[in-house]
């Protein structure tokens, strides 16, 4: 891709949100009304999506332009990305065409190659003295891509060393590179054991985060699953502090995620300048109600080693946002360098994705943007039912946002005030309404039952205004 058309986009980006060139967008943010959810060009936002597996950057054969036009096409508005400090190889996870695996010679990272030969890839050793400038030109235009289509960038930074084939893999692996760093393990590449690595990091950071100062659409997490391969706690600091400091000058500031762990974690002392907690196959969604109290964002950023069907993935988006959730983000796997726009027919990865998935995720954005929900609370008591599991968001005696999954058809009980209101089933598949019922309620709650459902069904109740 060309610095042109990184240029380009990012000129139609600043025009497209109104302030044209004199005025910078403010990157996205939390929400002032309800800090548990992000502000992104004016609007309360929820995130969501079905995204490739991270390379979208850093593999060169990848076209990342049909991909980003597929998320928009359907409705999604996120894509999460690692920066280049960490690829993968073709055995990574038995998962086939790994866009987190490029080819041979088909690797940019944020740094030039030399002109000495021995990079375990079989190409020429890593300067760790010198930018790859059209490593910076493919990531600039990728945001800013993005942005042109309302998506936003979650950029992981680092990654943890998961084995040694990854970390010889690694351009911080002393032997990829024409010397500047200690020769270190891999339990040790995200610690300050060695100051040469841990300033090339730091270094790296800046870098980054000087080039996408101006665009809207990204935040950063700090690293991807830090509770593996030895990352520390002072380490994680440091790189926050330097994204921090680096945008010291800015009005606004791009928000900072931590990734907490894979299930459930109570998070006890997080890094002080980070706003998003992300965890990862957060199902059931317990650590919301574990976090909810932190009064800020909670994502399930990452599932996707859970099978090839659809209903896994759907349940488990539904289940975290409307346990209080505000993002969701699953692996899918249709998404190759042969086909960039999600069409390949995943069988042997150990996720799914395709079409269809993403039709069904962009049922679940539409259902929860259709309330007013940051004047809504995750409120498991107010609904009720024997044989159905249940999330709702509540705006108390207005508006109820309800999953239920179980035998169909299922009954539950509300606690409602009275008033006349309006209940939707809608299919969470197809996004369809199943029926329409009007409840007049005297007071003391009602009781509804749900038509016939295959696997789930969602319910949107909201009580007629002057009724």
Not at 4 to 10: C, E, F
Not at 39 to 62: C, I, M, Q, W
Not at 114 to 128: I, Y
Not at 425 to 431: A, D, F, P, V, Y
Request: overall charge positive; hydrophobic content about 35%; proline content about 6%.
């Amino acid at each position: 891709m060309s610095t042109l058309r990184g240029v380009l986009g990012m000129a139609i980006l600043l025009v497209s949100t109104g302030g044209g060139f004199a005025e910078k967008p403010k990157p996205i943010g939390l929400c002032r009304e309800n800090p548990h959810y992000l502000l992104f060009r004016g609007k309360p936002t929820v995130l969501v999506t079905s995204g490739e597996h991270y390379g979208a950057v850093l593999n060169l054969d990848f076209d990342y332009l049909r991909y980003l036009d597929e998320l928009h096409t359907r409705g999604l508005n996120l894509t999460r990305t690692f920066a280049g400090t960490y690829r993968e190889v073709p055995s990574s996870f038995g998962i086939e065409e790994n866009t987190l695996a490029p080819g041979a010679g088909r690797f940019i990272c944020p740094w030039a190659r030399s002109v000495e030969p021995g990079a375990s890839d079989g190409g020429r050793k890593f300067d760790l003295s010198h930018w790859d400038e059209a490593y910076f030109a493919r990531l600039k235009d990728f945001v800013a891509q993005a942005g042109r289509r309302g998506i936003v960038v979650e950029l992981s930074l680092f990654c943890a060393i998961y084995d040694d084939t990854l970390w010889k893999a690694c351009p911080f692996y002393a032997d990829n590179t024409t010397g500047g760093v200690e020769k270190a393990g891999r339990l040790e590449a995200y610690t300050l054991k060695h100051p040469k690595l841990s300033a090339l990091q730091t270094a790296f950071v800046r870098k980054v985060v000087s080039e996408l100062k101006p665009l809207d659409n990204l935040y950063y997490e700090i690293c991807n699953e830090a509770y593996f391969g030895g990352v520390t706690r002072e380490w994680s600091e440091r790189m926050a502090r330097t994204i921090a400091e680096t945008e010291a000058d800015l009005p606004a500031k791009h928000l900072i995620a931590e990734n907490i762990a894979n299930g459930r974690k109570k998070v006890t002392n997080p890094v002080p300048q980070v706003s998003i907690f992300n965890f990862h196959y957060a199902s059931p969604p317990d650590t919301v109600a574990m976090n909810y109290a932190l009064n800020r964002p909670l994502a399930d950023d990452e599932t996707g080693f859970q099978g090839t069907g659809d209903f896994v993935y759907r349940r488990e988006g539904w289940e975290f946002l409307l346990a209080g959730g505000a993002i969701y983000s699953n692996l899918d796997y249709s998404f190759t360098c042969k086909r960039p726009d999600g069409t390949h027919v995943v069988t042997r990865s150990p996720g799914g994705g395709g079409p269809e998935l993403r039709r069904q995720l962009a049922v679940l954005k539409r259902f929860v943007e259709g309330f007013d929900f940051v004047r809504m609370r995750p409120t498991p008591a107010a609904v009720r039912s024997r044989r159905a599991t249940v999330h709702a968001l509540v705006e108390e005696g207005k508006a109820y946002a309800i999953y239920l999954r179980g035998p169909s058809p299922v009954e539950v009980a509300i606690g409602l005030p009275a008033g006349t209101y309006r209940a939707e089933w809608i299919n969470t598949r197809s996004g369809k309404t199943e029926r329409l019922d009007r409840l007049e309620v005297k007071g003391g709650g009602a009781k509804l039952v749900s038509p016939p459902f295959t696997e789930d069904i969602a319910l949107a109740l909201r009580r007629l205004a002057n009724k």
